[in-house]
């Protein structure tokens, strides 16, 4: 091997190369803290050229390499850290979940078993159970983490559809399942119906209220109308956070016609399943106690650094059913999370959780959840007070859409211009037809 220095890549076992290691982590300290966190006066996005990977035959040099990241890639980042970017379901991470992340990567122990994660696999099983009690989803509940919201939505359909066809786990899928969500639910369930083959035009979706809540005469008859077409329904989900306006379903009430027709139900609360830490939420999580399985993302409303999400289950067995699967290399006796999840190896995000609840504590995330509750609703009172603005529902959460009333200045339009003058990024969604701005309100200096 020509100039291949081991010593730059790894701890040589002689200790000689531990502090040039030191170095380097220290400057990447140095390009984090400068380069990313210190940049909340900067723009949106400083440099929009397109970009090439150019791998060398020769590796570079370590610093170099940094200092090239530094100047080539920060600029082309979206920067999230500019309070004013309020665009999508993105926060900024707390600084601990930053550093546990790298630390998560540094031991990169494997959740596939067991033996591979020990202490992780006790940590997320316990971190798994404070959240499913937290939502009330009773003592037997269980879970797995998943990297995001929608593995954790196609993990929840492929139980549903286990438990109500055990046979299509081993046989494929025999009868005309079909599923049902809002019309303001997330794109992963189409995903999922793809992804479990029981196909996308099998999956319902139920009109919402101008606030794009789930109207529930809509559901009741859609589920109706299926059964008369030979259908069986499997599957119905509320969502508590939806993608464009944050609305939240009744889920008391989806839950309890889920049941009346035999179906599986699941919580999509993903973004908004952080609401659950203030009191001033609590009363629209009343009803999760009826669900089967929930998602929930602290990677999205509890600043928690990408990835942490989960798949939450009322019952244990339905997880072990639904998935099944076998670890012939491993050690079978202990519990081993690549038999209760789609992913295999999986990274040991239990960790960044576990550091961010303790470092917040309960209390910590209550206070940063009703700040963001009330940084929107000083949004939504500028929205308010504003001839050339209105407001396109009344916000469940810290979501807050809007749209331009002035004919000769579209939404789309008004937009740019504010992000060509560094006022507001704010994400031009499709809602009902119209485009129209969503701001979602996460930094928790928002606006500043
Ligand atoms: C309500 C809802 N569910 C699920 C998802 C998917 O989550 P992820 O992007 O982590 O896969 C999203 C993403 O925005 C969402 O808004």
């Known amino acids: 091997m020509p100039d291949f220095h081991l010593d730059s890549h790894f701890l040589n076992p002689d200790r000689s ?4 290691i030191r170095k380097l982590g220290y400057a990447f300290v140095d390009a984090i803290v400068d380069s990313v966190l210190d940049t909340q006066n900067q723009p949106f996005v400083q440099n929009s050229a397109s970009f090439q990977i150019d791998i060398p035959e020769q590796g570079s040099e370590l610093l170099e390499l940094l ?47 067991y033996e591979l994660s020990p202490v992780f696999t006790q940590m997320e099983v316990q971190l798994i159970q404070w959240f499913g009690n937290l939502f009330g989803m009773g003592t037997d509940c269980f879970g797995t983490l998943t990297a995001g919201g929608s593995l954790a939505n196609i993990s929840g359909l492929l139980l549903a559809r286990n438990w109500k066809q055990p046979q299509s786990k081993n046989l494929g ?29 099998n999956l319902i979706r139920v009109p919402t209220n101008p606030r794009g ?50 179906c599986w139900f699941h919580i999509d609360a993903a973004y908004g399943g952080a609401g659950i830490f203030t009191p001033k939420l609590q009363p629209l999580f009343q009803g999760c106690e009826l669900a089967d399985s929930m998602t929930f993302n602290p990677q999205k409303w509890l600043w928690v650094a990408r990835t942490c999400a989960m798949l939450l289950v009322k019952d244990k067995k339905h997880l072990v059913e639904g998935f099944d699967g076998e670890l012939p290399y491993m050690d ?23 550091m961010a609840l303790k470092a917040m504590g309960i209390s910590g ?42 004919p000769k200045l579209s939404s789309a339009e ?30 928790p200096y928002a606006g500043s």
């Open 414 to 443: 008004l937009r740019q211009k504010w992000i060509d003058e560094g006022k507001l990024w704010l994400s031009l969604p499709l809602w009902k037809g119209d485009r129209i701005l969503k701001a979602v309100v996460l930094h």
């Open 173 to 201: 899928n025999h009868h005309n399942l079909v599923a049902f969500v809002s019309d303001a639910a997330h794109t992963s369930f189409e995903k999922a119906m793809n992804v479990i083959g029981i196909g996308r035009e």
């Open 365 to 406: 995330c209550r206070y940063l959840v009703e700040r963001s509750l009330d940084l929107s609703d000083s949004l939504s009172q500028w929205v308010e007070a504003s001839t050339e603005l209105d407001l396109v529902c009344e916000p469940t959460l810290n979501i807050v859409c809007l749209k331009s009333n002035d």
């Open 67 to 113: 200092a090239e990241v530094r100047s080539q890639i920060l600029p082309r980042t979206v920067n999230f850290q500019n309070p004013r970017y309020m665009g999508h379901m993105d926060s900024v991470p707390a600084a601990i979940t930053i550093w546990a992340d790298a630390l998560i990567s540094a031991i990169n122990n494997n959740m596939l078993s």
């Open 213 to 262: 809540e789930i109207i529930l005469d809509e559901l009741e008859s859609a589920i109706k109308n299926s059964i008369k077409k030979g259908k069986q329904p499997f599957f119905v989900a509320a969502i508590a956070g939806t993608t464009v306006t944050g609305a939240v379903d009744n889920i008391q009430l989806v839950g309890e016609i889920a049941k009346r027709y035999s």
């Open 17 to 20: 190369n531990l502090e040039a």
């Open 332 to 354: 079978d006796r202990t519990l081993n999370f690549g038999n209760l999840n789609l992913q295999g190896t999986r990274r040991t995000d239990s960790l960044k959780l576990w």
